[in-house]
């Protein structure tokens, strides 16, 4: 099987401007950050004064971290991205709220859902600040977004309201994602496309564990009994975890068996702004009846 490269390009609110000794420098709208990434372990390309005019920059301390904000950097803004209206806003977890290198997948869902030519439903499990259930509330589908944190989904339900998708047929759920696959499998409800981004570790609202070594292989099979008749397929990438894509990619071959299809997995990138560099930044694995 071939591995593909999936590239997120520059755009006019968002371009990763440089790169390298473990750390990213990017765009968000007016604002450039300055954030760790394990990724680039390579010399970075501007100098020194061209990062330290960053407008905010993350600092790690020991498991945890810190941002140093200058005065004129709001708690949080909004930009546009693959289609979308966004918010951004700096965590104590480094991250922005949205994941640039996520856009090929958006891609993806949109027009898996819009060549079907028939009413789709979508189950985006893991759903964090909700990119992919925009995007398939975008192109026609009816959306189940899941995620463990309150915080999350109501960041993601304000990002639909600021991308004019508010009234979409999208249910929001705040749950553990096992606990909710398993309540739907016994309410007897179904999804022709499933979409997730399992974390290596976390917790559920109710402290319930998730350890991806432990607990994919269960979810995998669970997914299986939600699929619809007429299922659309399956999508699945990974942020950390220190896996090939290949992992996915052979969790889905039970589903070609039975259903049909075709699989195709690679990396998730970003590309570095005039440098002909690409910035990985997670794994893909998709079966597509």
């Known amino acids: 099987m071939e591995r593909r490269i999936l590239t997120t390009q520059s755009s006019a609110d968002y371009e990763l401007l440089d790169s390298g000794e473990e750390e990213k420098l990017e765009r968000y709208g007016s604002f450039v950050l300055v954030r760790p990434d394990p990724q680039a372990l390579w010399p970075k390309r501007h100098p020194g004064r061209i990062w330290d005019a960053a407008d905010?920059?993350?600092v790690r301390k020991g498991k945890e971290g810190e941002w140093t904000v200058k005065p004129t950097v709001p708690k949080e803004w909004e930009i546009g991205f693959g289609g979308l209206r966004l918010i951004i806003k700096p965590t104590s977890f480094k991250h922005t709220g949205l994941f640039p290198e996520q856009e090929a997948n958006?891609?993806?869902?949109?027009?898996?859902i819009t060549t079907a030519s028939r009413p789709i439903k979508v189950l985006n499990l893991f759903g964090y600040t909700g990119g992919a259930t925009l995007a398939g509330a975008q192109a026609g589908a009816e959306v189940v977004h899941v995620d463990a944190s309150k915080t999350a989904v109501a960041w993601a339900r304000e990002n639909a309201t600021r991308s004019g998708l508010s009234e979409k047929p999208i249910r929001w759920i705040v749950e553990d994602v096992l606990v909710f696959v398993q309540r739907e499998i016994k309410r007897g409800n179904h999804y022709d496309l499933i979409v997730m981004d399992p974390p290596a570790f976390g917790h559920g609202p109710k402290d319930e564990l998730w350890k991806i070594e432990e607990h994919l292989l269960e979810l995998m099979r669970l997914c299986k009994d939600l699929l619809s008749d007429k299922p659309l397929g399956i999508e699945m990438s990974g942020y950390a975890a220190g896996y090939s894509p290949l992992a996915f990619t052979y969790n889905l071959e039970s589903f070609v068996e039975d259903y049909g299809g075709s699989l195709e997995c690679g990396d998730l990138t970003?590309?570095?702004k005039g440098s002909g560099r690409v910035l990985p930044c997670g794994i893909f694995a998709?079966?597509?009846v």
């Open 106 to 112: 958006w891609v993806w869902l949109r027009e898996t």
């Open 270 to 272: 970003i590309a570095e």
């Open 56 to 58: 905010a920059r993350f």
């Open 286 to 288: 998709r079966w597509r």
